[in-house]
């Protein structure tokens, strides 16, 4: 009995290791996907991105839409929370940045305002080590 209370203990005081980056892609993908068909999209640029440090790599996407009502809910339903990134803020834009914290997966949209509002829609990886 001892030892079975012990390997509970121990299993939930783990911290869970973070997806590979080919499962974070493909988890990326999928709730992009799911993401996007709610906001009545189909399409999705990949970009390169080099903010990470010399080494590291990750994946990003991003897309435009004029729908914007269901996004944050639907990110809320997929497991993702709304997250303070001061990184992020834009004074002169509404931006809500949520992550996964699991999959460490991260939303950005970015209310578009002018001639055409919409919602710009980053969704990327946490940085990963190459090789």
């Known amino acids: 009995m001892v030892l079975l209370c012990a390997a509970v203990m121990t299993a939930c005081s783990e911290a869970a290791e973070p997806p590979t980056i080919e499962a974070a892609v ?9 993401l996007l068909g709610a906001a009545g999209l189909g399409t999705v640029e990949t970009v390169e991105d080099d903010s990470c440090v010399p080494g590291q790599v990750r994946a990003l996407l991003r897309a435009e839409s004029d729908a914007s009502a269901s996004l944050l809910a639907k990110l809320h339903a997929l497991g993702y929370a709304e997250v303070i990134d001061d990184l992020d803020f834009r004074e ?11 999959t460490l997966l991260t939303f950005e949209l970015t209310m578009l305002v002018g001639e055409q509002p919409g919602v710009r829609i980053v969704g990327k990886t946490t940085c990963y080590a190459t090789g």
Request: aromatic letters at 0%; hydrophobic letters at 25%.
């Open 92 to 102: 002169d834009q509404d931006v809500s940045v949520l992550r996964h914290p699991g």
């Open 26 to 34: 493909e988890q990326l993908s999928s709730d992009a996907d799911d």
